[in-house]
Each structure stands twice: as structure tokens, then as C-alpha cells.
């Protein structure tokens, strides 16, 4: 069983920890390799570090136009080698090969706009500020960064950080999620072929003790990471008390409120994937789903039916809509969790617990689960899940589903169907969410926007991809210039 390997330098290296865990495939519960992980991790991180601290010194001083370059040839790369990356997404994370190449033009979106970094870079100057003074800021890398990555997206994460780092000019230190390693191995194998610098780019395995020693290492500037909202929080305090920049995007309870003047086939179906896809394993999953009106009306079934049509099984079988979720444990979580829902009062219309799939026994399988009339004053409703689990409430006006929404700890995402456009301005104007949808279920930042995301969704002030992402990985300089007439020399 093969080992996985750092790649530190530009070259594949052995981590100095002899501890591993296996990646699985959370279909089969097959082990496709072993992860290193543990203390021992940290000296591979200091060289790691000491690599990107070298190879950014020459980097800064590559121009803008050619620290791009790169970029170019990597989303060319990373479109000849889509499938093979989608495979392996499916392979060790389990989503539908649909979702994996869906996932991967995520990625390389991120690369086309951070190729823009010529223009994006610029920066502000005027002149005569106060007589014969001319005032300008420049932007200029960080240094070196690091991202932390979670399990669910295992190709698109990082390219909402990586792009726009290297392009600023700065080093960068990925540690992937030790659930979902294999795919990043894949990318660097493509980013060797790029024209980087060695060791301006370098993959560190590992898990909790790995991190620690990014947080804790001096030369890391920067710490962008993705992941739940309990490390989140932590993630936030202890690098910003190493002093470091610290964007953490966290966990979410994302609510989907139908109006009873929406588009109900239209509604229904979009809900449907936006609970299911990625077996409910999406920053922006839906959640809860908020019926409003005098009756709970047509809706509730149309919702009902497309839960039900979801078929369950191995992501590469192109009949199937809805994969496993990541392990064992997580589907002894998804499943306890489902049961708390049930005692606290929740009618299960629809339960997917104990699932077992023809063929894939081993398989951390739950099928499409609906709770319906979970109580508002229990945890559940309030409680991530992160699985395919629907929570259907109903609430008699706007006012009151925006006041639920806004009640939550969370501000990931919230959606509204509707086909009034007042009721869409009064809910994009209220509701407390960094990313908001109307008439959409997955409102996913496309690259040039913030990947946005309030309250317990976020530690930090400037989010993943676009200009936050310019901004993060850039200092800005102000110069005040002063350069007297008098001072010429005549010719
Ligand atoms: P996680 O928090 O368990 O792990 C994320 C990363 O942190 C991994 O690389 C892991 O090795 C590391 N880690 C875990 N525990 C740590 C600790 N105690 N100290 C230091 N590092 C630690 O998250 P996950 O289970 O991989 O991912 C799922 C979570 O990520 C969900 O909560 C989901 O909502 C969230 N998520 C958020 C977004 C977003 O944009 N807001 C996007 C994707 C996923």
C-alpha cells in the first residue's frame, strides 16, 4: 500500500513521520493509501517553509505578467486532466462524477480569473496631493501562506486561495484534508509541468499536529482555511495570535424559504438538489426548508417526490444522483443525529437510515432522509448535519422565516423562492447570510466574487477568491513623494 509522499523542493519526499492513516473509499471502505499524519509532521513542515521562503524571494521580483504565465499553462493542464482528477474526487470522497467535474470548473475558474492579475494588482495614485506631492499605494506580497483544507471539495478549495496567491507574488503550503489527499497529489503532479519556481509551491500531508505547526511557524505569513466552525474559531485565534492573516470560512445551517407565489416544480427540484447533492456534504447545502403561508400547499409534496426520486449509490455509476458520505463515523453521526431529530418531535416522511446499497455493502451509505415539523425550540433545526437530511418547516409570513433565519448562529447562505420582486429585495436586504440566493439553491460565488459567509460561516474580513483574495494575499504601501522643481538639473 503506498505511502503517500510530501512534495517539498519540487521534488517528492518521504515525511519525516512514520504514523499513517489509510485513505478510504467511503463507497467500499477499500483503503487507496496510507496518509502520513502526527507529531513528526512538523519537520516537514519546516522544510516545507524554508523551501517557500527561498524560492518567494526571487518570485516577488518576477514581474506581474510573468508570475501569470504559469496560470495559464496550469488551467490548460487542468482541463486536459478533468476526468482523471473527477475520478479521483469520486474515488476518495465519494460525490458523483457530475459533482467532481462540476467541482474541478470551479477550480479552474479560479485560475482564469486570478490570470487576470496584471490588471487586478493595480493600485491607486494622484498626483498634487498637497502641492508638488504625489501619493500613491502599491501592493506587494505577504510572503509565504498556508491553506488548510476540509474533505469535501477536494480540487476546488485550494484554487479559491492558491491562484491568487502565487500570482500576488507569494509563496504557498497546502495540507489537504488527511480524509482526501490523493487528489492534490494528481494537481502537483500538473503543477510540476507549469514553469513554478521550485519550492514555491509545496504538499505537506498531515492532520491536527500539522496544522499546528503552520499556525506556529514564523515564516507563515498568511492562513487560509476551510473546514468546520469549531476548528474554524480555533484556527482564527491562534494564528492571528502568532500574528498571521487568518481567513477561516466554518460550517453552516443553510435555510431555503418557498413563497407561496414561487415557481413550485421549479422550486421543488432545485431544493431537492441543493439538500442531496453531495449526499448534503456542502458549505452550502440546504438544510431546512422553510414553507410559508396559510398551508403547507402543493409544495410540500412536490419537495417530497424529489427527495424521494433521488437514487443512491457509487458516484462513477452514471444512473446515480446521490454518493455515500465520507466514513463510517460520519454516517453513525448523520444517522444519531436523524434519531435526536425524531425524539425531539420531527415526523420522519422519509428516513435513510441503515441503507445498504447491492454491491456495495461496505459503503457508508444514507439515503435521502426528510424530517418534517422538526421544532423550532429543539438543537436539531439549529444543528449542522452535513449529511442528506432535509428539515421541513412551516411559517406562517416572511417576517417570521426571516426572523428564523436570523435567529441561527450561522450566516453561510440563505435562499428565497419567489416571483415577487419585492418580497426578493426585502429578503436580500434582511436576511443575515454572506452568500444569498433567490430562485437559486446552491448560491456559490462564481471566482470573481467573495466566497462570503457570516457569523459562525466566518473568522476573518476578507473571504476566498476575487479581490478579497488580491487584497489578502497583498500588502498595500503607501508612498508619499515629494521631489522639488529646484532639484533639477538643467539640460
Ligand atoms: P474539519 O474542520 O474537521 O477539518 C478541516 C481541516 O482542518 C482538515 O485539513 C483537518 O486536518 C484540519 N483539522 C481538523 N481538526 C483540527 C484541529 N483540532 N486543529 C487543527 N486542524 C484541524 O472539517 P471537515 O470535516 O474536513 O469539513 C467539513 C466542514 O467544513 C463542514 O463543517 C463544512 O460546512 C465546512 N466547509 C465550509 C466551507 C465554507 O466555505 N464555509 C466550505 C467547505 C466546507
Known amino acids: 500500500m503506498e505511502t503517500l509522499r510530501n512534495h517539498i523542493q519540487g521534488e517528492w519526499t518521504a515525511s519525516a513521520s512514520t504514523d499513517t492513516l489509510p485513505v478510504e473509499n467511503p463507497a467500499t471502505s477499500e483503503t487507496l493509501a496510507q496518509v502520513p499524519i502526527g507529531p513528526d509532521t512538523a519537520a516537514d513542515v519546516n522544510a516545507a517553509v524554508a523551501a517557500a521562503v527561498t524560492a518567494q524571494r526571487a518570485w516577488r521580483e518576477t514581474p506581474v505578467g510573468d508570475r501569470v504565465q504559469p496560470l495559464f499553462r496550469l488551467k490548460l493542464l487542468l482541463e486536459e486532466h478533468r476526468e482523471d482528477l473527477a475520478r479521483t474526487i469520486t474515488l476518495e470522497c465519494g460525490k458523483t462524477i457530475g459533482e467532481a467535474r462540476g467541482e474541478m470548473q470551479r477550480a479552474i475558474e479560479n485560475v482564469e480569473v486570478a490570470c487576470g492579475m496584471p490588471v487586478l494588482m493595480q493600485s491607486e495614485f494622484i498626483e498634487d496631493i498637497a502641492r508638488g506631492i504625489d501619493e500613491f499605494m502599491i501592493r506587494q506580497p505577504v510572503g509565504v501562506g498556508c491553506c488548510i483544507a476540509p474533505f469535501n471539495f477536494p480540487g476546488m478549495i485550494v484554487f479559491w486561495f492558491l491562484p491568487y496567491a502565487v500570482a500576488c507574488g ?18 502537483f503532479e500538473l503543477l510540476d509541468q507549469c514553469g513554478f519556481p521550485k519550492g514555491l509551491i509545496n504538499l505537506v500531508h498531515g492532520g491536527r499536529e500539522t496544522v499546528d505547526a503552520l499556525l506556529e511557524h514564523p515564516d507563515i505569513k498568511t492562513v487560509s482555511f476551510v473546514g468546520s466552525s469549531t476548528v474554524a474559531r480555533q484556527i482564527y485565534a491562534k494564528a492571528s495570535a502568532h500574528g498571521k492573516r487568518v481567513q477561516a470560512q466554518g460550517g453552516a445551517k443553510n ?25 448534503g ?37 452514471d444512473a446515480v444522483d446521490m454518493g455515500p458520505v465520507i466514513s463510517a463515523e460520519s454516517k ?3 444517522e444519531s443525529l436523524i434519531a435526536q431529530g425524531i425524539q425531539e418531535g420531527a415526523k420522519p416522511v422519509l428516513d435513510g437510515r441503515g441503507a445498504s446499497i447491492d454491491g456495495y455493502e461496505k459503503g457508508h451509505f444514507v439515503r435521502p432522509t426528510v424530517l418534517e415539523d422538526v421544532p423550532l425550540d429543539g438543537d436539531l433545526v439549529r444543528t449542522e448535519i452535513f449529511g442528506p437530511v432535509m428539515s421541513l418547516l412551516h411559517l406562517k409570513t416572511i417576517d417570521e422565516a426571516i426572523d428564523f433565519i436570523n435567529g441561527g448562529a450561522y ?38 466574487f467573495p466566497f462570503s459567509g457570516w457569523k459562525e460561516s466566518f473568522f476573518g474580513d476578507l473571504h476566498g477568491q476575487g479581490k478579497h483574495a488580491v487584497e489578502f494575499f497583498t500588502q498595500t504601501k503607501v508612498v508619499v513623494e515629494r521631489w522639488p522643481k529646484e532639484w533639477s538639473r538643467q539640460f
Open 411 to 448: 450566516g453561510n447562505m440563505a435562499c428565497l423562492f419567489t416571483s415577487s420582486g419585492a418580497h426578493a429585495r426585502a429578503f436580500r436586504y434582511r436576511a443575515q447570510a454572506g452568500n444569498i440566493g433567490i430562485n437559486i439553491g446552491v448560491a456559490a460565488p462564481m471566482a470573481q
Open 255 to 279: 435555510p431555503i424559504i418557498v413563497l407561496p407565489d414561487a415557481d413550485l416544480e421549479m422550486a421543488a427540484k432545485i431544493v431537492g438538489d441543493s439538500v442531496y447533492g453531495c449526499a
Open 332 to 334: 453513525a453521526r448523520v
Open 170 to 187: 507569494n509563496g504557498f503550503i497546502i495540507k489537504p484534508s488527511e480524509k482526501v489527499p490523493l487528489t492534490m497529489v494528481k494537481v
Open 281 to 317: 456534504q456542502r458549505c452550502l447545502a440546504a438544510s431546512n426548508i422553510v414553507t410559508v403561508g396559510d398551508e403547507k400547499g402543493d409544495v410540500r409534496d412536490a419537495i417530497l417526490a424529489a427527495a424521494e426520486s433521488k437514487r443512491t449509490g457509487f458516484g462513477l455509476d
